[in-house]
């Protein structure tokens, strides 16, 4: 490894080691600002698997949040019983069981995303400009990286249910 490569994967190391304080902070000012109750991390992940207006299977959440299928019935038995999810089995289907966001689920979401955004822009006013402007152009090239690595872990899951059916 040449000392250009070590310098990269230093660099790799170190953004790993802040991504998710980084988020938990965010998460924890977030909850403080609006007096948001603190929802289970995958909870959340189902919230924002089910956007307003739309409805998903058990399985289908399963499937896209690379999750088993008994541990997704046991978060949804949760939310519903605290009022962030609602379950109706639909008419022409009765073997199918639709889930949807609540409307104060999506309150909630919509408070804290207002939230996180407000305390994002502040602290982001506390930086010199050289470090907003690095932060505002690194946003895409995050986005792409949010992508790659949620596909990567849709892959070892896929590849790790497979390897178990064998």
Do not use: Y
Request: glycine fraction near 6%; avoid cysteine.
């Amino acid at each position: 490894m040449t000392s250009g490569d070590r310098t990269g994967a230093d660099e790799i190391v170190r953004l790993s080691t802040i991504i998710s304080p980084l988020r938990r902070g965010l998460l924890r000012a977030a909850r403080n600002t609006e007096g948001l109750p603190d929802i289970p991390d995958a909870q959340i992940e189902v919230l924002r698997a089910l956007p307003v207006g739309s409805t998903r299977s058990s399985g289908e959440l399963a499937t896209e949040l690379g999750l088993s299928r008994p541990t997704v019935s046991n978060l949804l038995r949760a939310m519903e019983t605290a009022g962030l999810v609602t379950r109706h089995v639909p008419s022409n289907d009765g073997r199918r069981v639709d889930v949807a966001a609540s409307a104060r689920a999506v309150s909630l979401l919509e408070r804290f995303d207002r939230a996180a955004a407000e305390v994002l822009a502040e602290s982001m006013a506390a930086l010199a400009e050289f470090d907003r402007a690095s932060i505002e152009t690194a946003v895409g090239p995050l986005e792409r990286l949010r992508d790659l690595v949620q596909n990567a872990a849709a892959s070892h899951s896929n590849a790790n249910r497979l390897d178990a059916d064998a």
